[in-house]
């Protein structure tokens, strides 16, 4: 622990206490024995309380997400075909593996067309288990398989209640980490509700229940409470190999649920390196835990069949470059102010350098291309030169990957939680900017608490670890919306333990000359409670409300769609469409795809932008031709694709094909200098008029409000 506080005047000897208590006529070993006994007592009572109150917190959690989706969908209500088109998008992709698994004929038949899978990808036979992340639907089936539930619960039921299970381990984990932090659950007890009152911007588990990130963040939260736990000072050698194991399997099991996972733990590596660095947390632990990431990460790697990804992320070679320049600077941390900050400069380059150059190297030897389209997405974002990627654009135009709307900040004041937090993380930021120049600062520390012999300042590793987390990864959510999720929850646990703790508001009341112990002690419990009851008041109304509103289900040109799919087309069928789509086809259908949503192949991002010339401006022989390579049976074109509003111009997805093209975008509007008139119209429009050149390639056989599938014909 990382403290600067008063000194005391003077300290009471041995025979000082013996003759007080002589004078008093008491037993001084009776009287400690017996205020040992009380306080156990009392730290049993609590313990047990706040256990119960975290286990009820997450459990009622979970009933309210799955009450919301019940009620949303009227999930129980609705056929197969319309549970299954409720899981959209890359939901439905990862959901379809769990539902092959399911209806294999046997276990080792399942794990075989996984791992020789010839239908998410025409013409290519792909290893599932290599390219997705989908050991949990491999899991999950077998354990459905095995276990005497099939009479009383449906796969489906199985599937999601335990994504719903899940939200309670997150908010337990939540709750614990803050409940460490301050020292009390009162503080737990408040991240849980704001949790709830804050469900729109903490979580989207009841509208995407198979998304990776729904599996992965209750890890991510456990590892987070394991680290907490492991920071703190004078821990047992046993609670700290113990703790240390938590930390590995919560770190392994998050990385094998996200694709995202390196990225995410990249940014936890920075937040250890940052703290090591101004001498704030101890650096045997740190190495250790840069240790378990990347034991974590190579254990995935086994897992995923070498997954070249995984060997070239900048973790791996982030995490081996500082243990290697750890080894070489030897007396990094000794010093004058001058002295250390001048070691400091030369290690951060030293390891930057070596990050760069094992990476390097490592995609070098493997010739690994799978994440490229992440740093021209990044290279583009933060202006670094235009780009007429289409992947890049892709990315860029999807409102999920921009900026944090700012209504996101409205909502969360609307419970005080925005207003709490800011306020903890000034106090905080302060404390550390303190610290880490006491630190640097070395034989002149002694001097410099002289002078503030009436400032207490205090700053532990497991807050140290804590405040830097979260402002690393509310930078990561306000430059990219959908990795709020990773900032908002953990916002809970900031702000609830700074309200309850009792060195902010000991700096805080020191500060404006109002401190007491007392007083201190009063307002850390006042102020939460007061919290908590404003917002019992001002949402519990709004949540009642919520959980009774009831709506249902409704898409009857997708379910329409997938209906005539199954009846009309062989098992051996193989479509091609939006990537979006092609997940549901596969779930709902079983037919073969040309491309699905899992972006994170190279191969399968030049697939997917030739199948996506149906809607730029070709000719019917090009579309033909492109489409015949991939295998392609049948086609289908989405009338919301084609004439598309939702996207400003630049960014509907048939402009960023014209622009990858080089072809004038349409409508009013500037268009790049260098891009030139196409010679053809738009493929989709066009072939609606069923003209001579259309329709000896492509057949319609199936149409209504929102859809048309096109057959290909046979040509020798």
Known sequence: MTTIRQRRVGKGTEADDDQLSEEKNVKPDGKILSGHTGRRLWNILSITVGGIVAISLGLLTSVYVATLHENDLWFSNIKEV??????????????????????????????????????????????????????????????????????????VYFYIYTLFGLQAVYVIALYVTSWLLSGTWLSGLLTACWYITNRIDTTRVEFTIPLRENWALPFFAVQIAAITYLLRTHLQPVQERLTFLAVFIATFLFSLTWQFNQFMMLIQALALFILDCFDMLPTAKVMWLYIIQICGLLLVCVLQFFNSMILGSLLISFNASVL??????????????????????????????????????????LNLESDEHIFKFLKAKFGFGATRDFDANLYLCEEAFGLLPLNTFSRLSDTLLFYVYIFVLFSMTVAAVIVAFWNLSGSNQVQFMEKMEECTVTLKPDAAYNLIHTILFGCLALSTMRMKYLWTSHMCVFASFGLCSTEVWKLTLKCIHLYTSQR??????????????????????????????????????????????KSNTPNTAVFAGSMQLLAGVKLCTGRTLT?????????????????????????????????????????????????????????????????????????????????????????????????????????????NKTFHVYKLAKHK
């Open 520 to 565: 201190t002690r009063v307002i850390k419990y006042s102020v939460p409670i007061m919290t908590l009851l404003y917002i019992s008041y001002k949402f519990w109304p709004g949540i009642m409300d919520e959980l009774s509103e009831l709506r249902e289900f409704y898409d009857p040109d997708t379910v329409e769609l997938m209906n005539w799919i």
């Open 324 to 365: 290697i320049a750890r080894t070489i600077q030897k007396n990094l941390k000794k010093g004058g102010l001058l002295s250390r900050l001048g070691k400091l400069i030369l290690h951060v380059l030293l390891v930057l350098c070596l990050t760069l150059l094992i990476n390097k190297f490592i995609k070098k030897i």
């Open 82 to 155: 319309e549970r299954e088109i409720s899981f959209r998008t890359e939901c439905g992709l990862y959901y379809s593996y769990y539902k092959q698994m399911i209806q294999a004929a046997s276990i080792q038949q399942g794990l075989h067309g996984l791992v020789y899978d010839n239908k998410t990808e025409s013409v290519r036979t792909i290893n599932i288990l290599e390219r997705m992340n989908v050991y949990q639907e491999v899991f999950l089936s077998i354990l459905y398989r095995i276990l005497p539930i099939q009479q009383y619960l449906e796969p």
């Open 595 to 703: 491309n699905h949503p899992h972006y994170e192949d190279k191969n399968l991002r030049e697939r997917t932008k030739q199948i996506y010339q149906i809607y730029a401006k070709r000719s019917p022989e090009d579309v033909y031709r492109i489409l015949q390579s991939f295998g392609t049976d049948y086609v289908i074109l989405e009338d919301s694709i084609c004439y598309e509003r939702r996207h400003s111009r630049g960014c509907r997805l048939r402009d960023l094909l014209d622009i990858a093209n080089g072809h004038i975008m349409d409508g009013l509007g500037e268009n790049e200098p260098d891009l030139k008139p196409s010679l053809y119209p738009r493929f989709c429009e066009e072939i609606k008029k069923n003209l001579p050149s259309y329709t000896i390639h492509f057949t319609r056989v199936f149409q």
